[in-house]
């Protein structure tokens, strides 16, 4: 019997997905000198694909493949040299969030990267004939908190509470109306926590806390929180950038096992081979306790619960994370333990 060509391209992903990856020559990734940026370059490269890592100034980068330097990001940055012969842009740079932002006006200053940093390039990268634009937004654009057995899917109406959030989310809109007006294959990829070696804020506090032995009064959180492990998200951002059903979509990621704050460092302590120093106060005083020291964002992470539902994007792309928690927080606890004592 002959072969329908035609009913292969509708009925095998495989071949669809084969045909893609062949076609896909060039990947330019922004923020690649940061915490996610410099693993998904890597792994693109080992994976075979030609990389260009765009960076604020010259020389940044140790990471293979080619580099290409376009200053600051904001609505006037010129890309057209750093987007030639791409086909596609995993866009990763943004103003972060911060606890306590000082800014005169956080939100402009964060709607001058994070919105029109993000249209510009979008814009640029559709007329230079870019196929696929990834990108890169918070968990933040669904909310602060979700309750303990309700997570979030990809159709709750967005709730940005921050300016951080906020500029996240209207840079996904202008993405939306860009793709619209000009063909160009926008996928959303929202994040929680993400950890892994090289990790700021938070996190590596908490795993300095844990590794010095001091007492920690997070027994009592009985919460659940969703992270994502810096290698399931660079994974999953390549399926983002290659799978053809991806086009169009918006997805959340995650590990896939959710964590209370309290299992969480129990979890650390044995990756770190120390004992738990954890006991149990009551939340309630510890939000207390927390406000009246100017710290309830703070506390609010730790003892509130954040989940994600990514069964959308297991689906669609059959993808499933490389790396589970446990593996995710021990080479974590290996590159601390490697990197602790250099300041």
């Not at 890309?79 to 306590?100: C, E, P, Q, Y």
């Amino acid at each position: 019997m002959p072969i329908c060509i035609a009913t292969l391209w509708r009925d095998c992903e495989f071949v669809r997905s084969l045909l893609w990856v062949v076609g896909l020559s060039k990947v330019l990734v922004t923020g690649a000198n940061g915490f996610v940026g410099k693993p998904l370059c890597a792994e693109l490269f080992h994976r075979g694909y030609q990389v260009r890592a765009a960076m604020r100034s010259h020389g940044q980068l140790s990471a293979p493949g080619e580099t290409a330097t376009v200053g600051a990001i904001d609505g006037e940055t010129d890309w057209s040299a750093a987007l030639n012969g791409v086909d596609t842009v995993i866009h990763l740079a943004a103003r972060v969030h911060v606890m306590k932002d000082k800014s005169a006006d956080p939100l402009a200053e964060f709607l001058k990267v994070n919105l029109y940093g993000t249209s510009n390039l979008a814009q640029q990268a559709a007329s230079a004939g870019v196929k696929r634009f990834v990108y890169v937004s918070s968990v933040k654009v669904n909310g602060e908190q979700t309750t303990v057995n309700r997570p979030f899917t990809e159709t709750d109406e967005p709730d940005p509470q921050d300016p951080y959030g906020i500029s996240k989310w209207r840079a996904e809109r202008d993405l939306q109306r860009i793709a619209h007006e000009t063909g160009l294959e926008v996928v959303i990829v929202r994040p929680p926590l993400v950890y892994g070696p090289g990790v700021k804020g938070n996190f590596i506090s908490l795993l300095a806390a844990i590794d010095r032995g001091i007492p920690l009064p997070l027994a009592g959180a009985n919460n659940l929180r969703s992270l994502v492990y810096v290698g399931n998200l660079v994974d999953a951002l390549i399926a983002c950038a290659t799978h053809p059903a991806a086009a169009g979509q918006t997805y959340l990621v995650s590990d896939g096992a959710d964590v209370s704050t309290a299992q969480l460092v129990e979890m650390i302590a044995v990756a770190l081979g120390r004992k738990s120093r954890s006991f149990y106060l009551s939340p309630g005083l510890l939000r207390a306790a927390a406000t009246w020291l100017g710290r309830a964002e703070q506390m609010d992470r730790l003892l509130g619960s954040l989940r994600v539902n990514d069964e959308k994007l297991r689906r669609e792309l059959a993808w499933s994370p490389p790396y589970t928690l446990e593996q995710g927080l021990h080479a974590t606890s290996e590159w601390y333990r490697a990197h602790r004592n250099i300041s």
